[in-house]
């Protein structure tokens, strides 16, 4: 499992989906066989920020699969890009080691 972080390309002046449009929008994109099993999304300043929890073997496989997914999205309303990748049991071992300090 992969999370990829994608962020909502906002143009000047323009207003950001609400969370729950978000949510809907980044989910009609999704297509049986993308592997995405779960969506988190916060605003961000005047964006949106969203993770895209992806089942896939390797990162680069996940990667593809989210900017398919996002492609999609981009065709029928606003624009997402990719900003970063994390396999989830590194992310969970982060967050782990956080109260360590």
């Known amino acids: 499992m992969y999370l990829v972080n ?3 390309a906002v143009v ?3 207003l950001s989906p ?3 449009e978000t ?3 980044l989910w009609a ?3 049986p066989g993308d592997g995405v099993e779960h969506i988190y999304a916060q605003p961000c300043g005047r964006s949106v920020e ?3 929890f992806v089942e896939r073997p390797t990162l680069a496989e996940a990667e593809r699969c989210c ?3 996002l492609d999609r999205c981009a065709a029928d309303g606003p624009r997402f890009s990719r900003h970063s990748s994390v396999p989830l049991p590194l992310f969970v071992e982060l967050l782990g080691g956080q109260g360590e300090h």
């Open 6 to 8: 994608v962020r909502l």
């Open 12 to 14: 000047d002046g323009g």
């Open 18 to 20: 609400s969370l729950p």
């Open 23 to 25: 949510h809907a929008l």
């Open 29 to 31: 994109a999704v297509r």
């Open 50 to 52: 969203a993770v895209l």
């Open 67 to 69: 900017d398919t997914v």
